[in-house]
């Protein structure tokens, strides 16, 4: 099984703690220099661990303070930013992906009016499920602009899609706009995630733009609805 970073290390077992009650509601974390000791790393890759759970809301730094609690994780929550993943919060030995539509073609008016480009500027539609730690997770249908993400191929698809976009795209994911509704699995829902069809579902629909502000992506995500959380964190400058 291939290690986790260590980062990743650093904010699974400070949320497990917190769920744990080892780190109670109010109390605060060890200091930087402590905890990167105890996890024999850098103060840097521990502030990156941490910042994951500050935009989770679990936690809040502030300047001569330091670091407390200040809620529970949800259970079974998975959430991540506009530009995290499945791999960055769960780790990717626990992700597998299953490629079922990997196309190029021209897309209708509706997604040429969402992402911005013209009826004749082709995209990617990608269709795939995920699945985590062997159990079926979700179904996601993306559109992206050649002319904004080139190169894409299916290798990059079994991984993190994101990670190519920042790694070697060297483009920054900046925004990103959701919502959510509930429907009713059809056949193919049925199939791929081993439900009934007629289920109750959860489908999430994500537009999300680079820093430059151009939208690289629409994706149609749908859930099985009792392995779905959302949380929204408000915070207040």
């Known amino acids: 099984m291939k290690k986790i970073p260590k ?11 917190i769920s744990n009650d080892t780190y109670l509601i109010g109390e605060k974390l060890p200091t930087g220099d402590e905890l990167a000791k105890s996890f024999n790393t850098s103060k840097l890759t521990i502030k990156r661990g941490l910042d994951m759970l500050v935009t989770e809301g679990l936690i809040r730094s502030r300047s001569g303070f330091g670091t407390e609690v200040l809620r529970k994780p949800i259970d079974n929550s998975k959430v991540f930013g506009p530009h995290g993943s499945l791999f ?8 597998d992906s299953d490629i079922h539509t990997f196309s190029i073609e021209l897309p209708t008016k509706k997604i040429a009016e969402i992402l911005k480009i013209s009826p004749k500027d082709y995209v990617y539609n990608i269709i795939r499920s995920r699945v985590i730690d062997h159990q079926p997770y979700s179904i996601e249908q993306t559109f992206m602009p ?3 993400i080139p190169g894409l191929e299916p290798k990059h698809l079994k991984k993190s899609v994101y990670g190519y976009i920042s790694n070697e795209l060297n483009l920054e994911i900046k925004s990103s706009h959701i919502s959510i509704k509930g ?7 049925a199939k791929i995630l081993n439900i009934k069809s007629g289920e109750f579902m959860i489908e999430v629909s994500k537009v999300v733009s680079l820093a430059s502000g151009v939208p690289f992506e629409y994706s149609i995500s749908r859930h099985i609805y009792d ?5 929204a964190v408000f915070v207040e400058n």
């Open 7 to 17: 980062y990743m290390e650093v904010y699974m077992d400070t949320k497990e703690k």
């Open 88 to 95: 960055s919060v769960i780790g990717e030995e626990h992700v």
């Open 146 to 148: 050649l002319s904004v």
């Open 183 to 189: 429907d009713l699995a059809n056949d193919f829902d």
């Open 227 to 231: 392995d779905f959380a959302f949380e």
